[in-house]
């Protein structure tokens, strides 16, 4: 873990009808990860994108490919994700019948294994395996869309977090996703997030400034 704090726009609010500028315009505007959502329309109530879209992405950026799986049964996919670039790769406990498999097949694909929490999951859920992960994303609304309200009862979790890393000398990232703006990112910072995951503020603020809006 770095003491820097890490920008990884999700190109959810990107437009899709040109997918590939609008990663190389991320990568010139200074992300340093790109933020991968991958939802479907089962685990969470809504459909994006698949392996077939991430491969053609990849010739295109050396950017970290941050992919975050919103689907359930998550781990049939993970090699399907993994040859398609991922670099880390991120699920939701909710989404597999065993959560050290998972980590387990993940890391056979020599890939960054990240878990996410939902606003309601507790850290009880993922706290035997702390210890074995690289990063814990922490989402700040309700997974399935950009666009919604930050949840600021969730920064508890991340203070939590800490509290474990120190008393276990743990190492993990902290991801925070969902609602991130100016504002909050700064509750979220000193609550100990060090990669900020946001999708509507850096494509939609300041008339689509991306790089003004990742610099802020
Ligand atoms: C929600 C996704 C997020 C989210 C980010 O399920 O995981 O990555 O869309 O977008 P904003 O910043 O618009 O909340
Ligand atoms: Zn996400």
Same mark, same amino acid.
């Given at each position: 873990?770095?003491?820097?704090?890490?920008?990884?726009?999700?190109?959810?609010?990107?437009?899709?009808?040109?997918?590939?500028?609008?990663?190389?315009?991320?990568?010139?505007?200074?992300?340093?990860?790109?933020?991968?959502?991958?939802?479907?329309?089962?685990?969470?109530?809504?459909?994006?994108?698949?392996?077939?879209?991430?491969?053609?992405?990849?010739?295109?950026?050396?950017?970290? =490919? $941050?992919?975050?799986?919103?689907?359930?049964?998550?781990?049939?996919?993970? @090699? #399907?994700?993994?040859? !398609? &670039? %991922?670099? *880390?790769?991120?699920?939701?406990?909710?989404?597999?019948?065993?959560?050290?498999?998972?980590?387990?097949?993940?890391?056979?694909?020599?890939?960054?294994?990240?878990?996410?929490?939902?606003?309601?999951?507790?850290?009880?859920?993922i706290e035997k395996h702390l210890h074995?992960?690289?990063?814990?994303?922490?989402?700040?609304?309700?997974?399935?869309?950009?666009?919604?309200?930050?949840?600021?009862?969730?920064?508890?979790?991340?203070?939590?977090?800490?509290?474990?890393?120190?008393?276990?000398?743990?190492? =993990? $990232?902290?991801?925070?996703?969902?609602?991130?703006?100016?504002?909050?990112? @700064? #509750?979220?910072?000193? !609550? &100990? %997030?060090? *990669?900020?995951?946001?999708?509507?503020?850096?494509?939609?603020?300041?008339?689509?400034?991306?790089?003004?809006?990742?610099?802020?």
């Amino acid at each position: 873990m770095t003491n820097s704090i890490k920008i990884s726009p999700s190109i959810l609010s990107a437009d899709f009808s040109k997918l590939g500028s609008e990663v190389i315009s991320l990568e010139r505007a200074g992300a340093d990860y790109i933020h991968i959502d991958v939802m479907d329309g089962h685990f969470v109530p809504n459909l994006t994108i698949g392996p077939e879209v991430i491969k053609k992405l990849r010739p295109l950026t050396e950017k970290t =490919f $941050d992919v975050h799986l919103m689907i359930s049964p998550v781990d049939k996919f993970i @090699k #399907d994700y993994a040859k !398609a &670039g %991922a670099d *880390i790769i991120t699920f939701h406990p909710e989404a597999t019948e065993d959560t050290a498999k998972t980590i387990e097949l993940i890391k056979k694909e020599n890939k960054k294994v990240g878990i996410s929490l939902k606003p309601k999951s507790k850290i009880e859920l993922i706290e035997k395996h702390l210890h074995n992960i690289d990063l814990v994303l922490i989402m700040s609304v309700e997974p399935g869309f950009g666009g919604q309200k930050f949840m600021p009862e969730v920064l508890i979790k991340i203070k939590e977090l800490k509290e474990i890393q120190k008393t276990q000398n743990l190492n =993990f $990232d902290i991801e925070i996703d969902g609602g991130i703006n100016f504002d909050n990112s @700064k #509750d979220a910072i000193e !609550a &100990g %997030a060090n *990669i900020l995951v946001s999708g509507t503020t850096i494509f939609k603020s300041n008339n689509g400034d991306i790089k003004k809006n990742i610099e802020l």
